[in-house]
């Protein structure tokens, strides 16, 4: 293996790497921040709970977060562009 091979495959671990912990810190965020929100809904007026749009809301991003991250392979397209070619169903 050649070093600029060696230098892009280190470039690529690096960005997943921190993609990962971007999706982690968003979590942390979630559950240290949701609560706190529920506890000032329950001391001010728990009759309106208005913490139910944050949770709910932030909860679908950390959902769609974490497909991003997780899900879907970055290179599923290639893949597919290859697997068609050599079979020819295009």
């Given at each position: 293996?050649?070093?600029k091979e060696l230098q892009r495959r280190y470039i690529k671990?690096?960005?997943r790497?921190?993609?990962i912990k971007a999706f982690y810190s968003n979590v942390t965020a979630y559950c240290i921040i949701i609560p706190f929100l529920i506890f000032i809904n329950?001391?001010?007026?728990?009759?309106?709970?208005?913490f139910w749009f944050s949770a709910i809301g932030w909860g679908i991003g950390v959902?769609?977060?974490a497909f991003i991250t997780f899900g879907v392979p970055r290179d599923w397209e290639d893949k597919k562009i290859?697997?068609?070619m050599e079979n020819d169903e295009f």
């Open positions: 293996m050649d070093d671990a690096e960005k790497v921190k993609e329950y001391m001010t007026y728990w009759e309106y709970q208005w959902l769609i977060h290859k697997e068609l």
